[in-house]
């Protein structure tokens, strides 16, 4: 017993040095990317409304800061926080660079054209994100379990997008000539978001099954990044327009307005699943 205690105290600092020394790199090599980025200039138009360059140097600048701190200091909560937030920013829209670089391989979708430097960027923000966010969990001891409201929120969150989406489809007329009404039945929507509430409702139900679990926390994760990124973009890009940080494609005319609270449920969603995913499924019987 003294043996394995003995391991366990002396891996743990091992590991938490390997963790902050990876995060230290990942932050340079992303400010470095984001220097080059904002010295270039002009990018591709659709790139419009998404972070300008100097977000990621400020959250990796944060994130340096949180890095050089004692384990477990007071300030290294709230500055990886800060960090991670503005990391998750410099990281939204990574998603419509993945779909346009599918699209050079043939994939049918949006243009094959990339900004293969704000990709770069975006993909690294991401990665320096999430070993941020890794690190700052792992100084903390305990995460209480997320109650059962956690799963009932994500049915909330869930079903805005695809209700707008069916609004449309019957000839609604909020933003309706803005947005462009649809001749099918979103079942796609429909389909995908209530998958993720069930999704969320099982992530919080008791699983035995090693392999479902992992099949479980991993199929959450995939989920919560890519609503995480597209909602981020969203949130924070309408935000920066009407503060005018950047100058992106927001608009509120003609009742377009609509479209940013619906994808900020994106947002919402995707922190839902994550959360329940970093919990993980119940091992027994919820009391």
């Known amino acids: 017993m003294s043996t394995t205690q003995t391991l366990r105290r002396t891996s743990t600092p091992t590991l938490e040095g390997r963790s902050r020394g ?10 470095v990317l984001a220097l080059i980025a904002s010295v270039r200039g002009e990018s591709l138009p659709y790139t419009a409304g998404f972070a300008p360059p100097w977000v990621a140097i400020v959250a990796c600048s944060l994130g340096l800061a949180a890095v050089a701190l004692p384990p477990r200091h007071a300030a290294s909560a709230p500055i990886s926080c ?11 829209g990574l998603v419509f660079d993945a779909f346009r670089a599918a699209a050079l391989l043939g994939v049918p979708g949006l243009p094959p054209q990339v900004d293969w430097l704000g990709l770069c960027v975006r993909a690294a923000a991401l990665t320096t994100g999430v070993l941020l966010a890794a690190t700052t969990l792992r100084g903390v001891d ?3 379990r997320p109650t059962r409201a956690w799963a009932v929120s994500a049915w909330l969150f869930a079903a805005p997008y695809p209700l707008l989406k069916v609004y449309w489809w019957a000839g609604g ?15 796609g929507e429909v389909i995908a978001f209530a998958l993720a509430a069930v999704w969320a409702t099982v992530l919080d139900a008791p699983v ?23 909602g981020a973009l969203a949130a924070f890009g309408t935000l920066a327009d009407v503060l005018g940080v950047v100058d992106g494609p927001i608009s509120f005319d ?13 947002l919402a969603l995707g922190i839902v699943l994550g959360r329940l995913s970093l919990a993980g499924p119940l091992t027994g019987h919820r009391r």
């Open 82 to 92: 800060t960090g991670v937030t503005l990391l998750s920013w410099s990281a939204a």
């Open 173 to 187: 007329d909020l933003a309706g000539e803005a947005i462009g009404h649809t001749d099918s039945f979103p079942y």
């Open 22 to 31: 990876a995060l230290a790199v990942a932050c340079a090599v992303t400010a």
């Open 254 to 266: 003609d009742g377009r307005w609509i479209v940013t609270p619906v994808y900020a449920s994106w």
């Open 142 to 144: 305990r995460l209480r």
């Open 208 to 230: 035995s099954a090693p392999l479902a679990r992992k099949i479980l926390v991993a199929g959450g994760w995939f989920s919560a990044a890519a609503l995480l990124n597209l």
